[in-house]
């Protein structure tokens, strides 16, 4: 048990290092995400998607592991008037289950602005209607493939870069133009 405790806190120190150490553009186009993912594996996905998608220049990442870290990591940078832009919240965590903290953070006036965009592996269509029902600003399930993680991310870049801020709208339309033209490809070649 506490060996698992380590390595869990081994790895949030090097994604904390790994996601600091990221710099900003010196422009008003940078963003805030936080990620609330439970598996390292999948954090490392994301974090390696980002810079592929070359959106490490304008991002910034938090890690948290389970939704009483997520809160507790709100709360401060609340209380430090920092801001996050967007929140990447999994349904199965651990402790707090992802849709008991949508709604946690949903619920409180300091956070329910922060568009929130559920990627999940669950494609049980009742957890998308409970989730939008929750107020989730998005719900896509986590590609199976890594390319399309980097779209994501991709129109996440293009977002900033059209708009000077997150739209979840475009965000959208770009990951499903991406995904189309992907499908389309795939025709041609069989």
């Known amino acids: 048990m506490w060996k ?37 594996a999948d954090v490392r996905l994301m974090i390696e998607a980002i810079r592929e998608a070359d959106l490490s220049d304008m991002a910034t990442s938090r890690y948290a592991y389970d939704g009483d870290e997520a809160l507790a990591i709100l709360d401060s940078a609340y209380s430090l008037g920092e801001t996050f832009h967007m929140i990447l919240l999994d349904l199965n965590m651990p402790k707090v289950s992802g849709k008991e903290l949508l709604a946690k953070i949903k619920g409180d006036e300091r956070f329910a602005d922060i568009p929130l965009f559920i990627l999940t592996n669950s494609d049980y269509k009742n957890d998308m209607i409970d989730c939008y029902n929750l107020n989730a600003n998005a719900y896509i399930q986590k590609p199976t493939d890594f390319k399309r993680l980097i779209d994501f991310f991709i129109a996440v870049k293009r977002s900033l ?14 990951y499903d133009e991406m995904k189309m033209a992907a499908m389309s490809k795939m025709k041609l070649l069989y």
């Open 161 to 174: 870069e059209t708009n000077h801020r997150l739209s979840v709208f475009q965000i959208e339309r770009c």
């Open 4 to 40: 698992n405790k380590l390595l869990h806190n081994i790895w949030y120190m090097y994604v904390c290092f790994t996601l600091y150490t990221q710099t900003m553009v010196e422009s008003n186009l940078s963003c805030n995400i936080l990620m609330i993912e439970d598996n390292p």
